[in-house]
């Protein structure tokens, strides 16, 4: 179908003349941190009397308990760590591959501080795997696959380097969940080199999104109108339809400031597209099977109250974990697949 541009996409590419780029690039290489510095146990202790760290634990869970029997795993686009770090005490060795160099850093370091020794970070593109055939017993991969040129190509990658027998456990992010329609952000990243505006459009059925970053020169001037931006994204959101202060109105009085922009477009899955997908390269027994994080949102309201210790939840949702494993879900709910290589290849 034909993706119409909003008025700020059609004064970007007009104006500053877009080069195509990569998420890695664009967008990876310069960030801070991911997830804000928020993610439990790499970047702050964990808290099961917060909602958010109870499902972020079951996700973990849901990893493990889908790779069951697995000593060694590969995890396609760890960033910081997730859940690379997280699923490391579980099996003999894991890997992690990441096409950004400040996420392998960042991955490398956190590993360090947490002590973890069974890991290996790869600066790698998920398109072209430096690994031998029949590598690896399981392959994890949450919200990246989407995030490559050529997802295809990176499943055909995910498929060689598994070992006949061996299970692939895949998040996504769908949007085909959410209302029509295409929805718009900007958020902001800031290097020595320049100052980052970020124009992000995401569009929900089909599952598609388009990226613009345009770079502004780093001097005082600048800075000071991007740190006012910032604070007014803060206050108002960061939607430049709704809120024109934060789009166009911005990037009009600091145009002189532009030095260059580019831009990347990403396709995004449904739970019924990665499924056909991962049959067409080669994988069988393909499922879309719930999440143990979808099982463990109807479980809080009394597991905040309970008292159970930190193990004991722990327990809990390894318990659900196991369950979600035999749980078909609808195609209809975006729910996670998990898929099997032949063991007779």
């Not at 029509?180 to 970020?198: A, I, M, N, P, Q």
């Not at 709704?242 to 899955?269: C, D, M």
């Not at 318990?319 to 209809?332: H, I, K, M, T, Y």
Request: proline fraction near 5%; glycine fraction near 6%.
């Amino acid at each position: 179908m034909a993706k119409k541009y909003t008025v700020l996409e059609t004064w970007i590419v007009n104006e500053t003349k877009p080069e195509e780029s990569n998420s890695a690039s664009q967008t990876y290489d310069r960030m801070g941190q991911q997830a804000a510095g928020k993610l439990p146990v790499i970047d702050v202790e964990q808290d099961f009397q917060d909602e958010k760290h109870f499902y972020d634990e079951a996700r973990i869970r849901d990893f493990v308990a889908h790779l069951a029997g697995a000593a060694t795993v590969l995890d396609i686009g760890p960033g910081d760590g997730w859940p690379l770090l997280r699923i490391a005490p579980f099996f003999k060795s894991v890997t992690g591959i990441d096409p950004s160099q400040k996420r392998v850093d960042g991955c490398q370091a956190n590993a360090e501080k947490l002590g973890i020794t069974n890991v290996t970070v790869k600066k790698l593109s998920a398109m072209e795997l430096d690994f031998k055939d029949n590598s690896f017993d399981g392959v994890v991969a949450a919200s990246s696959i989407e995030q490559c040129a050529d997802p295809f190509q990176v499943l055909r990658e995910v498929f060689r380097v598994l070992k006949p027998g061996g299970k692939f456990r895949v998040e996504f992010e769908c949007f085909s969940q959410q209302e029509k329609g295409v929805t718009e952000r900007v958020f902001l990243t800031e290097t020595e080199e320049s100052l980052g505006y970020h124009y992000v459009l995401q569009h929900h059925r089909p599952p598609w999104e388009r990226n613009y970053l345009v770079k502004l020169s780093n001097e005082p001037e600048t800075n000071k109108a991007f740190k006012k931006l910032a604070d007014l994204i803060e206050r108002i959101g960061p939607n430049p339809s709704l809120n024109p202060e934060v789009g166009l109105q911005f990037l009009e009085r600091n145009q002189a400031a532009i030095t260059k922009s580019s831009w990347y477009e990403l396709e995004h899955f449904t739970s019924v597209t990665m499924k056909e997908t991962l049959e067409e390269v080669g994988f069988v027994n393909v499922r879309i099977s719930f999440s143990a994080a979808t099982l463990a949102r109807t479980m809080w309201p009394r597991i905040k109250e309970s008292g159970l210790s930190d193990e004991q939840v722990k327990n809990v949702l390894q318990g659900l974990a196991d369950v979600a494993v035999r749980l078909d879900a609808p195609a209809s709910l975006g729910e996670p697949v998990v898929a099997v290589k032949p063991s007779n290849l």
